[in-house]
């Protein structure tokens, strides 16, 4: 063992040390923005389809700090750097930790216009306040992502094969290791230059299996709290064994489906009153995630007025039953990762009823190719070749 | 809105930069150990009272990174200092987090005694597994954290009203933002001195409630991942509010009792069949933790034979009623941080059966006092007053 005897360090300054004397506690102001300008910038590879997910950061970010005695900090634009931790942050230990995922888009026309984000801050507000985490105000936060994303605004490639992945996220920052309500936090939010997703033309594979369970009554599924993403790591490795993408979440005894991956899940069917409908698991169980794609399809699809649209509950022996009659037309899955992604696949595991079988579902060769208009339609919002001005948020450059 | 014009400056380094080439897979190595010594002395109250629990850290802590291409770096020892943190770790995201709590002591002969470790590393390492996260060996960590305690042995109180409180994590630090298995990792421990966690004159206050869930068959409660303690942050609050000090934690539909807030239970009763026996919730449905200090509750109850002693489980009725009854002497909880607390107090409160009722329970005027006997036996062998040489692992100073 080597030891080195007794040098002097200077310790991190702690995380929440700022000079600032401009405190609010009902929620961070974007009127007491500071930024500073990064002199370094990123680079990035010149082919969108090498951007992937979330690899590639833009120059600054969004940081501000919370306590329980003086609330919010002025906030702070400032160059990506790594954040200073305390050791004992509840967010290291317990997870006290909430975030978003939303994206911005370089328009036909040149203008950047995020998704609906009033939507993501919204629920990141419910998050928060089930995480124990403080609230703040939408429309400031809002302001401040469109300064953040004017402040890297040339990254955003010009091109519909890539956006800007928005991330804001907030977790604990106190430094001691009791469980209890936090007293001090951090709001932050970075962006990443971001190209596809999914490869879209051999479908998406699932490996549904009961034993693995995402969410449950009296949990926090219908939030986006970091908590619900860990346990799903190694499920994800286990689909991957498997030779699928995702895994498909089901839930209690009678297999009811919920999500997949961390995407919601629609299917177009014929269902058992011989109606075609569009059905997507109801979130009234508490068990899944309140999409914004989501939310997007169902009104769009209500609007479009083809099919019957319902948000209600259906089993996977309703699902392995319905394809095995050949009633099932698409499934497919949403979210602002892979906007709206076709299912080829459900391999259907269930040691304790002794099934294994591999259902293929017809999505990509349907009559109707309903998850391609939905695709099409959502992405020409995003990059402004549709004008739907509630959906779209003009970053003023 | 104030603007900072182009400031130059240095980012953190990231987390894992080490000069080191000593490297290795299959776990770190004690061998390879650096420590560099603090020269800043943390001060602590001189009252034992006023320590509380894990508020006051010590002047070093171990830091080993890894990654998974090079495996294991070399381990250090150093100053008691922040993290750096890419703002993109899958920690602070996806709850990528596991923990341990085990404690050391200030014996009554000079020596201190560690309570049983290797379980804690055992346990630790079946957490990595479900997160993702690298194995280590137990025997080098054991090691590494007998030099940690070493390295600061003069902070820890020479009183059995206080102890040595170490707090051994692993946790994720990728830097990016996909959800998947992780391909860097910090290992760190540090330690707090700690004073006494409960009031055990009055009786721990427990609300029981079946509308919060701590934990679901094919979920991770037998794991001590972060992402079991976020959303008990909330419901610990809810508690409170009830005048309770923490949450008892009911499952499934026929109310199955597992837990108390991050802690195990045990009842001293007069069953069904009219023996008296000591009963805590078995570990077979994976929906509990199985803690060290449960396993030595059970293990010397075993062996004083005084009574049945059963891990088996009961519903919240089959409670309820015995309390009625009157054929419930004890019940308490059992951890690190508490020992073994007397539980004096349920309130019942389940909405869905119209049920509100307060249950006393007559703990601390128990005939048996077994708690009590458990408590001091314990601590006893905590502090060195009973050598029980296979549950204390004596650091050589």
Redesign the interface.
């Known amino acids: 063992?080597?030891?080195?005897?007794?040098?002097?360090?200077a310790?991190?300054?702690?995380?929440n040390a700022c000079s600032s004397t401009r405190r609010t506690h009902s929620s961070f102001q974007?009127?007491?923005?500071?930024?500073?300008?990064?002199?370094?910038k990123q680079r990035l590879p010149s082919d969108p389809d090498k951007l992937?997910?979330?690899?590639y950061?833009s120059n600054h970010?969004i940081d501000i700090d919370w306590d329980v005695k003086d609330g919010w900090f002025a906030p702070k634009i400032?160059?990506?750097?790594?954040?200073?931790?305390?050791?004992?942050s509840k967010?290291?230990?317990?997870?006290?930790?909430i975030?978003e995922g939303l994206k911005a888009y370089y328009g036909v026309d040149g203008k950047i216009r995020v998704f609906r984000p009033e939507l993501n801050m919204e629920r990141m507000r419910r998050s928060a306040r089930?995480?124990?985490l403080p609230d703040f105000n939408t429309r400031e936060a809002l302001l401040l992502m469109d300064?953040l994303i004017r402040t890297d605004a040339d990254m955003i490639p010009k091109t519909d094969q890539a956006s800007l992945?928005i991330?804001p996220?907030m977790?604990a920052t106190d430094q001691?290791?009791?469980?209890?309500?936090?007293m001090q936090a951090k709001w932050?939010c970075?962006t990443?230059i971001t190209g596809s997703y999914f490869d879209y033309e051999r479908g998406i594979r699932l490996l549904a299996d009961?034993?693995?369970?995402r969410s449950?009554?009296?949990?926090?599924g219908q939030y986006k709290?970091?908590?619900?993403?860990?346990?799903?790591?190694?499920v994800?490795?286990m689909a991957a064994m498997h030779g699928c993408d995702q895994a498909m979440w089901l839930s209690g005894d009678n297999r009811m489906v919920t999500e997949a991956?961390?995407m919601n899940l629609f299917m177009l069917w014929t269902n058992e009153d011989n109606e075609l409908e569009l059905i997507t698991p109801s979130t009234e169980s508490g068990l899944l995630l309140p999409g914004i794609t989501r939310q997007s399809v169902l009104e769009l699809a209500r609007e479009w007025n083809l099919m019957k649209v319902s948000e209600a509950n259906f089993t996977m022996c309703d699902l392995a039953k319905a394809i095995r009659e050949h009633r099932v037309h698409e499934f497919f899955v949403s979210g602002t990762a892979a906007n709206v992604g076709p299912v080829s696949e459900i391999l259907h595991c269930d040691k304790e009823r002794g099934i294994m079988e591999k259902l293929l579902i017809p999505t990509m060769n349907s009559k109707m190719q309903l998850y391609k208009r939905l695709h099409t339609t959502l992405s020409d919002i995003h990059y402004g070749r549709i004008e739907k001005p509630e959906w779209q948020r003009v970053v003023e450059l």
Do not use: D
Request: net charge positive; hydrophobic share 40%.
């Open positions: 063992m080597q030891k080195i005897s007794s040098i002097s360090l310790r991190f300054p702690i995380s974007y009127a007491n923005l500071t930024v500073e300008k990064s002199t370094k992937g997910f979330g690899r950061f970010m400032r160059p990506f750097q790594n954040f200073s931790i305390h050791p004992a967010v290291l230990h317990y997870a006290q930790e975030f089930r995480a124990t300064e992945y991330r996220m977790f001691h290791l009791g469980i209890g309500e936090s932050a970075f990443a009961p034993e693995m369970v449950w009554k009296g949990g926090v709290m970091g908590c619900n993403y860990a346990p799903t790591i190694f994800g490795k991956g961390a």
